[in-house]
């Protein structure tokens, strides 16, 4: 009975000195992957627009695409929307922008760069070099379940905020604004995870 005793205390001993440990770890990895992600999800969005000329903002995509009818302010991946800040301005139900000429939405970042829902044109000559050459890469939620968020707006040629792909981290909460200055140093707000863009 006593060899039981110490047997257990044993086990709850080392199951406290490691149970913090293997936390730590499981954090540390999703932290990881949320960084991979955000930069994966940057790096498509850039050879997209070597590709096809224009950046990921269009519902529809008829002819030739001209940056001033871009009515897709935020791209979104699957999974939660996550909560934010209420000056953070990333997930409103209709977003809107000073720099969207008209019917500012969102849009599904696998749309734009997995399945080509838009209907860029997929066939180049050489007065129309430009095509959409994707998937570019296959989109999935955040280590946390949430969206991965794109204000791809201000990748639009003439902005002069910062375009960046965010994860709002192990919170859930994104606490980024959704306007930084281009110039200026982008650092990420509490724990959202960032990539820049432009």
């Known amino acids: ?18 149970t913090p440990i293997l936390s730590n770890y499981v954090d540390q990895s999703r932290m990881t992957k ?11 969005i850039s050879r997209f627009q070597g590709d096809v000329g ?3 903002m269009f519902t529809t995509g008829t002819g030739l695409l001209q940056e001033s009818s871009a009515n897709v302010v935020t791209l979104r991946s699957p999974g939660n929307l996550p909560t934010e800040d209420s ?18 939405v969102y849009d599904d970042l696998q ?22 050459k994707g998937p570019y890469i296959d989109s999935s939620t955040d280590p946390w379940g949430n969206m991965y968020l794109v204000n791809i707006i201000n990748c639009k040629s003439g902005s002069t905020d910062a375009c960046f792909v965010l ?7 994104v606490e980024t ?11 990420p707000t509490n724990d959202d995870i960032i990539y820049r863009i432009k």
């Open 1 to 18: 009975m006593m060899e039981v005793v110490i047997t257990l205390a044993i086990i709850a001993a080392l199951a406290a000195i490691l």
């Open 34 to 44: 949320a960084q991979a992600d955000v930069k994966a999800i940057g790096e498509a």
């Open 54 to 56: 224009v950046y990921p």
């Open 87 to 104: 000056t953070t301005a990333w997930t409103s139900g209709s977003p809107t922008d000073s720099n969207c000429t008209s019917g500012c």
């Open 111 to 132: 749309d734009q760069l997995l399945t080509n829902v838009p209907l860029y044109t997929t066939s180049g000559n050489l007065a129309k070099p430009f095509k959409w």
């Open 167 to 173: 994860s709002a981290g192990p919170n859930g909460k």
């Open 177 to 187: 604004p959704f306007n930084n200055p281009e110039a200026s140093t982008l650092t």
